[in-house]
């Protein structure tokens, strides 16, 4: 209650409104506004079906650029403005129950963006896990990264080292980063270690089925995702989870990933549970 009142009393408040502005209020303006979003959000927490929570969700995180560009930023304004969405879907993701949360960060075909955009997320991928990984830690959640991180700058490799050492033995939400990775890569190589291994005698070609090509990909050991978000209005895959998602239900939603929060993820699970998964049957 004292931080409360405290707040009240310092008379500007500076708050991010939903277009994704700085606008400041006065007299505990901005304050009741924060409380109204609290609110609405617990509400549609509470109004969502507990039984049919996703346990894995996979989000491909797009719109950043474009967020950027409505309001005449550099691009990589876009991209610091998604890390903060990015925390909100981790904690409610956390809070709700959902297992596991898998998201598109850097796919092996964002290398042909220029180098100075391509700096600049390396740099923000650094610094996000420097600044987030003692909260996530705290907060039991697991860190995993997905693809091909040999490629990345040598200080990315070192703070993801780190991230995944500390929180290994965590057991709530596991966060699966998806770095330098591409859907058609990972096939490709799941492919060529399997015709080695057959080479190699360590199973025959008759043992190959599902479950062992599963074993090869980078998301061994990890549940193929319930329910796909793309954020920005595109409705495209975009080289992500080629394989593991067969039979994932897929909910798109024309908000910029920076203006993504709470309640969107609310409305997306409300969607999922409204859906019938027959997984090829009647």
């Not at 963006?113 to 391509?118: A, I, S, T």
């Not at 700058?153 to 057991?171: D, H, Q, S, Y």
Request: a positive charge; glycine letters at 6%.
């Amino acid at each position: 209650m004292k931080k409360v009142e405290f707040l009240k009393n310092i008379g500007n408040l500076f708050f991010h409104n939903l277009t994704g502005r700085v606008k400041c209020f006065t007299d505990g303006e901005g304050l009741r506004l924060m409380f109204k979003i609290e609110k609405k959000n617990t509400e549609k927490s509470n109004n969502i079906d507990k039984e049919n929570i996703p346990e894995h969700i996979a989000i491909i995180m797009d719109g950043n650029g474009r967020w950027a560009k409505k309001r005449n930023l550099p691009r990589i304004s876009g991209h610091k403005a998604g890390v903060e969405a990015l925390r909100s879907v981790i904690k409610t993701c956390s809070n709700i129950g959902v297992s596991y949360l898998t998201l598109y960060a850097f796919s092996t075909e964002n290398w042909k963006r220029p180098k100075e955009e391509v700096n600049g997320l390396m740099d923000l991928l650094v610094l996000y896990l420097r600044k987030e990984i003692g909260q996530l830690h705290k907060n039991n959640v697991k860190i995993n990264i997905i693809g091909d991180v040999s490629k990345l700058p040598k200080k990315a490799i070192l703070e993801i080292e780190k991230a995944t050492k500390l929180t290994m033995k965590n057991n709530g939400l596991n966060v699966n980063i998806a770095l330098n990775y591409g859907g058609r890569s990972e096939i490709m190589m799941a492919v060529k270690n399997i015709c080695q291994s057959v080479i190699n005698k360590d199973f025959s070609i008759d043992e190959i089925d599902e479950r062992k090509f599963s074993d090869f990909l980078h998301t061994r050991n990890i549940p193929d995702p319930d329910l796909l978000i793309r954020s920005s209005g595109e409705k495209r895959i975009s080289n992500f989870l080629l394989w593991q998602i067969a039979y994932t239900e897929i909910w798109f939603t024309d908000v910029y990933w920076p203006d993504f929060k709470a309640e969107h993820i609310y409305e997306a699970i409300a969607d999922f549970a409204k859906r019938k998964r027959r997984f090829g049957g009647i």
